[in-house]
Structures are given as C-alpha cells and as structure tokens.
C-alpha cells in the first residue's frame, strides 16, 4: 500500500524559486572579472535563471542536452546553474585549470552543445573552439558592448545580449527526479577523466544533507563565501543549500590570493567560508602579517584534501574560527563526511577537541561508509582498523557518464581509493590515498601523518611524503618540502622535528628541497608526479 | 536522460541503522510509568525495534498491515516506530485522549492487527477491546512478570515476553520509498476522524527539513525532550530526525507537570524541548514559584496552536530560552513553518525580534506556501493581507485514508482552514482558524490577536475568543477567561487592558469568567465547544 502523500518530484528549479518566494531579499554579492562588485538578490538571480531557461529552448537545446561552462565564483554561473539544469539540460562545469587539451576532450565526451565561458578563460576558448566538434554556440559571461572583435570564435555572442530580451517568468518543467542535472568529470590518476553525472534527486537530497547542523550548518542568518570553486564539484553544493536556506552568497570571481579573500570576507560579513587547505594558507599568511583578525567569520569548512592540524589549530587559537574538517569526492556529490563534535565531547578539553577535529568527521545521513581489508571483509570501527573505504546512498554514483570504467561498484559500494580508520564514535579519519600508502617491512606509514608533522614545523610551506624502494624494507618514506618565503630549515632540524611526535621508524628517511609542489587543477598535490620526479632517488641510509 | 546516482528508496529503517552505526553510544533516556528512569542507547533501540520487525514477521503480518500503538513517550514507543515501519507494516499512533468509543471507532476504520499499549491505558483496552473487530494481538508494554490477570482480553501478552526471545540481527526490507509508513488521525470539528497516511519517503524528507539549522536545528549536541506526545503526529516527527542526527533523546513519559518536566530537564542537560504552549504553562509557573532557572535549555519549539507572545517574552527574558514557534498540520507531517530570524533582523532591538518571533515563521523547503482570496485569487505577501493559507509539498497530504471527505486538494494544493498574512520576509503569521474568525461590520477581527492581548495579563491563565451574533455588527467578539489560582481581575480591568494594545471596534464586548475552558485531545482550545456554550449569550451593549 503506498502513502497518500504528494508526489512532488524533487527538482533543482523548486530550489531558486524556493529563494526567490522566501528569501527575495537576501543578497548575492559577486567580485567580478571586471573588478568590480556586483549586488543583487535571489529575486533577481531566479529571474535571471529563467530568461536562461528561455533562451535554451530559443536555441532548440532538447531534455538533457549539456550545457558547459568555464567561469568562476559569480551571480552569473549561478543562474546558469539553476536556468540549465531547471529546464531540464545538464550543467557541465569545466575546470579551466585543466590543460587546453583536456578540455576539448572532456567538451566532446560530454557532447556539450554550448559554451559559456568568464573573459578570463577567452585565450582557452580560442584554443579549443575549433577542436570542440560538438558546441554550437559559445557565450561570454559579459555586456554585449564589452564583447571582443576578432576572436574567431563562430557566433560569439554576449551573455547579457543573449537573455536580456527573454521573459522573466517561465513555467519550470516538471519530470523525472532522477534525470540528470549536472555532469563534473574527475580526473583520476590513470586514463581520461571521467564524468560523474548528477541527479535533480541526488542534488536536492544533497542540498538537505549538506544544510544540516553538523554538515555546513546553513541558515538565513549566514553570509557565505565558496571559495572552493563552482567548477569543482558544484562548490562542494552550496550553490543548492544556499538556496534552500536563503543564505547570504559572497562569490568570490578570480581574485583568491589572502588580502582580497579577506577584504570581501570583513566587507560582506562573512560568518563561513569553504575551500581547500592551499587556499586558506594565502588568507592566514595575509591575516598573521597584518595583524588582522576576523570580526564575523566564525567556521570555515576545509576539504579536498586533508586538513593539516597545525591550519585547525591556528584558526583556532589565533582567530576563533572554527574548521569544519570535511572529506568528499566528486563521485559523491561531493559530501561524505564533516567533522562536528558530539555531546559528550563537549566535555573535553581544547586539545582533545583539537585531536577530534583533527579528524574528517562523521558521516551525513545519506552516506553509509564501511571499511574492508584486502579481502573485502569489513573491519571494526575501533579508531585502529585501517582499510579501504566504500560508501553507498542516493548522491553517490552509481557509474561514470558512458559506462566508462565499467562498473565502479563492489557489492553495491563504491569504493572510493582512501584508506581510513573509524573510531567508535563514527568519526572517519583518511589516512591515506590506497595508491599513496607507503608499506614498509611490512607495516603502513601514513603519509598524511608525516605531511602534518612536517606541516606544523614554522618553516614549511607545504610538505609532501612518497615512497621510495628500499632493498631492505621495500618501501620507505622520503619528504618532499617546499620552505617559507625566507625561512631557513635543514634537513637535520626537520628530521629531528620528528622525534618524539611519531614511531621511529615512521620517520622519513630523507628531506628533498623543492622550489614547488606541484598542484592538480582542484589544489590537491601531485604525488604521481612527485613520485615520478623522484624515481630512482637515493636514500642515504640505502 | 537519467542521472548516474545510486538508486536508494529513502526507508525509516536506514534512520534507526544510521544512529545505530553513527551514534550508536548517545542516549535515550525514558521516565516510565512505572516511575523510575530508563537509560539505553541507540544501538540498544536498533536492536530491540529488530526484535520488533521479527515478532511482527512470526504473528504473520502482512506488508502495509496497521499495528496501532496506545502509548506515551517512550522507549518502547520509540523501537515500535523503527520495528513496525521498518519492517513494512504502518504504524497507527492512538491518541489516548480521545473518548473510548473513537478509539474503537479509529482501530477498526484503520484496521488494526495488533495493538500495543502502556499500562495506564488498560482501562481504556478493556473498555474498548470487544469492538475492535480486526486487532487479532494485544500487547501491553510492559515485563512480563508485570503482566496484569483477569483483564479478560484475549490473548493479552507483555512486549518484553514478546520481543524477548527474537533475534537483535534483521535484514530490512527494502521497497517502493513512497509505501505507507505511519497512519495518524486527525480529529476535525465535524465528522469523523479522518487518517493522514505517510510514506516512508515523506517521512525521510520532513526529518531532513525538520533538523535544519532554520527548523528545529538537531545536531548530535543536542538533548531533546519531546514533551509533544508520539501520538500527535508522531511528535513532530521528532524521533525521525532525531535518530538521523544523533540528538540525545529524553522521552518524559506520563509525566507532564511543570515539576517533573523541569526536574527532568535539568537532570538530561536538555538543550530543546517541544510542546503546545499550554504544557509551557505548567513548566513556567513552577518555575517561577520556585525561582528557578534552566542550566541547559537554550530553545523550545512551541506549536500546535499559536503561541502567545507574552510567553515568548517570558522564555527569553526571564530564562533566556528562544521559543522556536512553529506551524503545521496532522497532515503535513507535521512540519510547515518554524520562526528563526534572517540575517538582517539581527541588527533590529529585541523588541523588535520579538514581535518577529511572535508570527509563526518561515516555511521550510518542502512547503510551498500561498494565501488566496475566497475566489481563489492569490494575495500579496504584505504582511496585511489576509486570506486562506493553503501548501503543497512532499510531505503535505493528497487525500485522507480510505479516500475519507473525497479530494481534500484544490488546484494542487492543500487547504489549511487557517487564515493567515505572510509578510515580504516571508514570516507567516496565523491570523484565525477560518471558521473562528470574527467578522464585525465586515471586518475581520482575529481572535488570535485577542486571545493574546489577554494572556498578557498577569491574573489571566487561559483565554479564549469566541463570535457571537449581534445584531447591528452581526458577530462581535466575547473573551472567555480563565483566571490563575488566586488571581483577581474584573471584566472592566480586563476590557481597560485592550485599550491602546488594539483597534477599538476589535476590543471583546464583554468577559465571561469560567472555571476551565475545554481542551482536545491535543491541548488545543475547543472553541467549537465554548460557542455551543455561549450559544444565545446576551452581550451587555447588545
């Protein structure tokens, strides 16, 4: 017998009219590319998202046809988001920060049919347009009197020409909550990337999940900041739990280096901000030189990849902020876990709580995790057990975009490449990447371990650990360190910096100066080619 | 185009599992009826609601089955929730306040197969077990050495003998998300009751909307005492949301005066509480008697019916406790709005915060709102505009059990029978049942307004307004009091008391002093009742 209850679908367009019915007052704020800042409502913003909506039907785009853009943090990518996927296409964002090559590929395997690009991202498009076979129209995120001669780009046309003649209402379609919505590929470490394709099912349960207390903890009393990018998984679903809630949205454009993430941050009244650790290390340099501290923001949530403890501790302790420690994948919407204390924890003393922190956190309800060992028998959640990590539940993938890969699935779980312990209380901490575990004599050495160690010494900037093959011990651990601007460290003071902070023989054997580190398009190191830079490297004590 | 996520039904068995697993070490603590208290976990409840579903299974339930609970807040209450509903059956929530002869009347309309009651209700399953044509098991909650002989109902066992010997591992079900999962019936103020059947996908969304930081904000730092019975839809939904964020659950059994409430309170660190305002009432004259405080409360939901503002300012003022003030229906699952301020009201004075906390707040996502003329015509959300508030939603109703009254939906939506303004912030403010409003020469006058007015005064401890007809205005109001124990007002120093607090024309024409006004079965005022009292009442200017 089923219930008699409505049987709404769930849908992203419900989201931005949500906002505009109950929330038409609260703010947008955009830093433009042009500098400047742009304000407006979410009145304004559904407006907006509905003359996008009519002019894909004007340009004949049929149900689930891809839509790419290439823009950064602005009011404009977010009224695509709602205009593409509320008229029932698929929003594609693309990561600009990929090779040229790259994003032609990915256009043509997603099969976009238009383009809508920030200025700043002109010089990719010029690149790529003639390779991408499949987009049919190309839009530049602008005014229609700033719109460059010359670009030979086939009818480049403004954004702003584009819907500024479209109705501003628009009767949102009604269809499916399992279609598709959104498509962001993943750039895994072997092969093409690969496209995670989004539900309107698997967005709005997001939106709710990733709202909650001990998620980002969204309400109409917050100003928020995505600095993790809207190219890169949705901006970890703000976007949608920002609609649902009415929060206050601070789009922070190009400009992510520490002064003018903090300026927008003091000027808008920003209560929680969102990136990856490398992008908090700018804004912390910035506020520690000038002595700045922060009047409104009171938590930020970090992931990516994880969270140093001495960053957790440091927000802390200088500034009363708190890091919500999260861990994610593209592959899950993104959110898995964040990390929130317990009632009983309350009780504990500031380091302690410190330790918790350290942690990825607990899972949202919506992810089931489970750990396994190599034989896929499922450890125990002691806090000790270290394995590999599966999660299930409605926003994780069932399988890429065109079945590639064939099915990621073991027995219903998605298996994610971390490896992890759980400790009773449920809070997850990643330990490692399966393909970065470094196994010596038989025991594991966490990498992350090591990185936050070396992390916490005052002369690092950012510290890498990979393996090395040892005759004796088959692998062992070798530290790759990027300095401070000006800070002096040897490789003995930092070897010594281990003593006493972890098992001896966890202990790297060696410590390679580097001018950089090498970065992915989302901010995350690149241990594959680290680990190719040093192939073949000598370990003192080999 | 269909999305690639993985396609999970949203089931209450997912809800008890994930606090099982997540949380499986917070608390559910339970006053009895025996008298003493009950300390458990949830990993304890998800076994024994296992033990449930198998018990179920072996009486040879079928799916969709009714099993109806006669029951206070409780542990046991709360394993029936999960067991039965988790198992495919529908758990029917009795209210035990209803007179016998509806109690029978309700578990044959439902159906009902078993029926599972605390021993304080006895009485009222001997009184009524011989009408029941359809429950085959009766089950007291209770031990089984505890069991009482001689009832003369048939077949009557004790739950503890009944689950005992189960087995605490079950493999859940897993179905169509939108089967029915609870049946709850609300009694209108003509005909017979009529039942509200939720699906385990209505329940799963409202618990997500419920938990939001803007709703009642659960978080697993929470201790929550939902002093609003699980046989009032089902308590708000509270025991969902709670197992979904590990909020520490108090369940106060039968036990609702003002000094076992606050003795409770105190004793579990409650930091949220939930209930109908005139519970409240008990809890705050003990604590004024006594002169005392709240260690841990910070909030408490208030709904059911409308809250009067004096004791909104009451809980803040005197005990620095937030009154959430809610709305919603039986069959809305039962969530529609919760009153939490917007970013921008938190610069205005507290006064001014305060008469936004005295409207009934912001829907959630998931109720869509709108006020209509009576020709149907949508009106301005002005915040003066008046007119019937209708909703629609995933966990709105879209006909009654059994198909009872027809199509309850006009267009879609729902109506409510409340009269309500929405203001441009989007708070709603419940203006007047639509069959208690006033109309006086045309105009309507919102008994709400003045039942408030009048609850503000100190000597006053219920009040409630009524229409009677006159002959030149054709309705005027008459205020119904009753006054606090040893507390003296005069109808003249009451009527003194409007003055410059309302329009003249709105001011009652009179007081009439009673020794208690009538309450439902849910705490609610009967108006329907004092106007058959008050039926030919001479108004003095009349």
Redesign the interface.
């Known amino acids: 017998?089923?219930?008699?209850?409505?049987?709404?679908p769930?849908l992203i367009s419900?989201?931005i009219e949500?906002a505009a019915?109950?929330?038409?007052?609260?703010e947008i704020v955009s830093r433009r590319v042009e500098g400047d800042l742009h304000r407006y409502t979410y009145r304004d913003a559904a407006r907006r998202a509905r003359q996008v909506a009519h002019a894909l039907d004007r340009l004949g785009l049929g149900?689930?046809d891809r839509v790419a853009t290439l823009a950064w943090n602005g009011y404009r990518h977010f009224e695509l988001y709602f205009g593409i996927s509320g008229s029932g296409r698929?929003i594609h964002t693309i990561n600009p920060r990929l090779i040229p090559e790259q994003i032609a590929w990915i256009a043509n395997h997603a099969e976009d049919q238009v383009l809508c690009f920030d200025a700043t991202f002109l010089p990719i498009v010029k690149a790529i347009w003639a390779k991408c076979t499949t987009v049919r129209h190309w839009v530049l995120l602008g005014d229609a009197d700033k719109l460059p001669h010359d670009t030979g780009i086939p009818g480049l046309r403004s954004y702003e020409e584009w819907i500024g003649n479209e109705p501003v209402e628009y009767a949102w379609p009604a269809f499916?909550e399992?279609?598709?919505?959104a498509l962001c590929y993943t750039s895994g470490t072997t092969g093409n990337p690969k496209g995670?394709?989004?539900?309107?099912?698997?967005t709005v349960?997001h939106?709710?999940?990733a709202?909650?207390?001990?998620s980002v903890?969204?309400?109409?009393?917050?100003?928020v900041l995505p600095v993790v990018p809207m190219f890169h998984v949705n901006a970890w679903g703000i976007p949608y739990s920002a609609a649902?809630?009415?929060a206050?949205l601070v789009f922070p454009g190009a400009a992510l280096d520490g002064k003018s993430v903090y300026e927008l941050i003091e000027a808008e009244?920003v209560t929680l901000s969102a990136g990856v650790p490398t992008v908090w290390l700018g804004l912390l340099n910035h506020v520690a030189q000038h002595g700045l501290k922060f009047s409104t923001m009171n938590r930020t949530v970090i992931g990516g990849s994880a969270c140093p403890p001495a960053m957790i501790r440091s927000f802390k302790l200088q500034y009363e902020v708190t890091v919500l420690h999260g861990w994610g994948m593209t592959e899950m919407?993104p959110l898995g876990t964040v990390c929130?204390?317990?009632?009983?924890q309350?009780e504990l003393g500031l380091e302690e709580q410190l330790a918790v922190m350290a942690k990825q956190g607990?899972?949202i309800?919506g992810v089931?995790m489970r750990i396994v060992d190599p034989d896929g028998k499922e450890l125990p959640?002691d806090g000790v057990s270290s394995g590999d990590l599966h999660v299930?539940?409605?926003?994780?993938?069932?399988?890429?975009?065109k079945g590639e890969g064939g099915n990621p699935l073991i027995d219903?779980w998605?298996p994610t490449g971390d490896v992890a312990t759980i400790d009773?209380?449920?809070f997850l901490q990643i330990t490692d990447r399966s393909k970065d575990v470094i196994k010596s004599g038989g025991e594991w050495i966490s990498s992350i371990d090591v990185e936050n160690i070396a992390m916490a010494h005052p002369a690092v900037a950012m510290a890498a650990c990979i393996s090395v093959p040892h005759p004796k011990w088959d692998e062992r651990p070798l530290l790759v360190v990027m300095k401070k601007p000006g800070a002096e460290v040897t490789r003995d003071e930092l070897l010594a910096f281990y003593e006493g902070r972890i098992a001896k023989w966890q202990i790297p054997d060696d410590v390679a100066f580097v001018d950089s580190i090498p970065l992915g398009a989302t901010g995350k190191m690149q241990k594959m080619k680290l680990r190719e830079q040093f192939r073949g490297y000598q370990l003192p004590a080999a």
Chains 1, 2 share one sequence.
């Open positions: 017998m089923l219930g008699l209850m409505q049987d709404q769930l419900q989201l949500f019915r109950n929330h038409g007052d609260a149900f689930s698929v499916d399992r279609s598709a919505a995670a394709l989004y539900s309107h099912r698997s349960l939106a709710y999940g709202a909650l207390p001990d903890n969204l309400s109409a009393r917050d100003s649902m809630t009415g206050k009244g919407s929130n204390l317990k009632l009983p309350l607990r899972s309800f089931d959640w299930r539940g409605p926003w994780i993938i069932s399988s890429y975009f219903g998605f009773p209380q449920g």
